[in-house]
């Protein structure tokens, strides 16, 4: 058999980003983390230009796409959504099986779709260059991307073991012009102070923001960006999900599972929001699933609480799910998966019980990024294996109940330069990582105990 493909022309790019905090009730307000206060305005613009401040503490439904935008995304938008045929042949499934595939983008990813806003309302404020943290390197890639655009410089803090174990990210990410420097680092007190307790610590996202927060506060000439979590980031994703919609209907299906991977949540929130806003305003019904590592459990064994999004406690703090701003996780392959709390509207939407979460192993889904590559022909990111092995796991819950379903799942970027972790799993030296119950009281113990925090 083989794959069927669904396009759409450049013209069916979305115009509108679609903002879930607007079919929400309640909205947990992020809070200083100075006053412990509702964070003003003033507060924000700190830290991100006030076009974007604006998207953040928005609720309204959508907001306009820019014109500029729309035609950089024409690059590589509307991304294919592709029914996965081998694979349904090899598991023996009635199960139909659809994937959302971000690969195609220019750096490999989806990360550009909010990379090239955020540098454009930048640019737009007069900064000249943009900072960012990240894990496996896709968000620094992407940034890099996107100030390349502009004429901008970029700098990245990338975490130490994913600068260690993924050298094609930061060599992308040298490419676009901009520079790579592992975290924790010398450059920054936050990263200094990290190496004179721990010479030997093998970064986090949350250190990594802490050094990328310092750098742009202490220079304005630097627009902060952030890869994942925020309200604003979310809703730029959701050019993703408005994408699938439109060809689920070319392709006269509808899905009755839709599966994303979970790290900070914005892929997740790209492909989900638009067909949970269809499911709440009278369409069909369907189930989301968050797929997450076992390794960093963020919505399956974290709190709800307020947290800072960073170690040092620079950030504003955010009522989701969390493991706490102090939590290690084991160095996994899926560095983008690695965070220790998550959006809060997808924390939101968790809690109020509109999308499950399950937690996943690191052989488990890099067994199923194998069996992708076999049969489709696309080697996976060890992100988006975590969707695949819950989407296979649904197919063959399927097979074995005897009927038919709908899974829709995102692939939200290629593995080729991850080729040495499929290495390790063909070998039989790939980890099998799990949460160390030590981190994991070191991390809960991190977060803040604050009036009214669990309301």
Avoid at 288 to 309: F, H, K, M, N, V
Wanted: net charge negative.
């Amino acid at each position: 058999m083989e794959a069927v493909r669904f396009d759409l022309s450049p013209s069916e790019i979305p115009e509108t980003w679609y903002n879930m905090a607007a079919d929400l009730d309640y909205v947990a307000p992020a809070l200083s983390p100075a006053t412990g206060e509702p964070v003003t305005r003033d507060d924000m613009l700190r830290t991100m230009p006030e076009a974007l401040v604006d998207q953040e503490l928005s609720r309204e439904p959508e907001f306009e796409i820019p014109g500029e935008v729309r035609q950089f995304y024409a690059q590589w938008r509307p991304t294919p959504l592709i029914r996965a045929r081998n694979l349904e042949k090899a598991l023996d499934t009635p199960a139909r099986i659809y994937f959302k595939y971000e690969g195609v983008g220019p750096t490999g990813s989806f990360k550009p779709n909010s990379a090239i806003p955020q540098a454009y309302y930048n640019k737009r404020a007069g900064k000249s260059g943009l900072i960012a943290e990240t894990g496996a390197g896709q968000w620094g890639s992407a940034i890099s991307f996107a100030a390349s655009l502009f004429g901008m410089a970029a700098k990245v803090f990338m975490v130490r073991v994913s600068f260690q174990q993924k050298p094609h990210h930061r060599s992308l990410m040298q490419m676009f012009g901009a520079s790579c420097t592992p975290s924790p680092s010398t450059e920054t007190e936050a990263g200094r102070a990290v190496l004179d307790e721990n010479p030997d610590f093998p970064g986090s996202l949350s250190v990594a923001k802490s050094e990328a927060l310092q750098v742009a506060f202490a220079d304005p000439r630097w627009g902060y960006t952030r890869g994942s979590a925020l309200n604003h980031v979310c809703a730029h994703q959701t050019v993703i999900g408005q994408e699938a919609i439109v060809q689920m209907e070319r392709a006269g299906d509808y899905p009755d599972i839709v599966v994303a991977c979970a790290g900070g949540g914005s892929n997740l929130a790209g492909l989900a929001f638009p067909f949970l806003r269809a499911r709440l305003h009278g369409g069909p019904d369907v189930r989301l699933i968050a797929a997450e590592p076992a390794a960093c459990p963020s919505l399956t064994q974290g709190r709800i609480a307020y947290d800072y999004s960073d170690t040092a406690g620079l950030t504003s703090l955010t009522r989701t799910h969390t493991l706490g701003h102090r939590f290690v996780p084991p160095p996994v392959h899926a560095g983008g998966l690695r965070a220790h709390n998550i959006a809060p509207l997808v924390s939101r939407v968790v809690e109020e019980g509109l999308m499950e979460a399950v937690a996943l192993r690191q052989r488990d889904c890099f067994e199923a990024g194998v069996l992708f590559t076999r049969t489709e022909g696309i080697v996976p990111a060890p992100e988006s294996t975590h969707a695949i092995r819950a989407a296979v796991d649904e197919a063959l819950r399927a097979r074995e109940e005897g009927v038919t379903r709908t899974i829709l799942f995102g692939l939200s970027g290629h593995g080729n330069f991850d080729l040495s972790a499929y290495e390790r799993y063909l070998g039989g030296t790939l980890a099998d990582d799990s949460i160390d119950p030590q981190a994991l009281e070191i991390g809960r113990n991190s977060i803040p105990v604050l009036a009214g925090a669990a309301s």
